[in-house]
């Protein structure tokens, strides 16, 4: 993990974190499903969003008020008063809808793809578009962009394949030496 800078690190363990969260959850449904006793609960309270976003209903069970997450056109189905088929999971407390595990198999595989996006080599690729952006503008403007064109061009120096890179990018270093040897006269 030395490759990696700090925020990437963070996001990668992050990611790590929710695949293996998403994976116990996604287990525990699935004996749910298995093993689950299937029982109607009575709806006592809807939340609706008129947006196209997640919306909940509330079920009031052994106490405790419990909020099932489910689509807003899904969610008009249940008013309060209404029976929904469920299945409880009195170890952790929470409860699962019939036929969800494709639901929680997707939330595997966002956080899967959220851990392969946290660790591709973001550094190469910013660093390649900030070369291209400086060669595309044709001129340097500051030190750090003339330190960039520099381990540029150690990194591709003996690539017969990128002669013409070189030699435009020691234009520009030539054309940058001239205008700060004026400036600083």
Known sequence: ????????????????????????????????EKEGLVKLYEVNRQLYRRSKTISSIQVYFKGKV???????????????GS????????????????GGLTHS???????LAFLIL????????????????????GRISKEVEYELLISRIDEIYGDIKK??????LNKLLIAFNKNYKKSSR
């Open 163 to 168: 002669v013409g890179e070189i030699e435009k």
């Open 83 to 98: 029976k929904i088929r469920l299945i409880y999971n009195d170890e952790f407390d929470y409860f699962y809808r019939p």
């Open 1 to 32: 993990m030395k490759d990696y800078n700090g925020t990437q690190k963070v996001f990668i363990v992050l990611a790590l974190f929710c695949i293996v969260y998403n994976l116990f959850f996604y287990f525990q449904d699935a004996n749910l």
């Open 66 to 80: 419990h909020r099932i997450r489910m689509g807003s056109e899904e969610s008009l189905k249940y008013p309060v």
């Open 105 to 111: 198999l997707g939330k595997v595989f966002i956080a």
């Open 118 to 137: 946290s660790a591709l080599p973001w550094d190469k690729f910013m660093y390649r578009l900030q070369v291209n952006q400086i060669v595309k503008k």
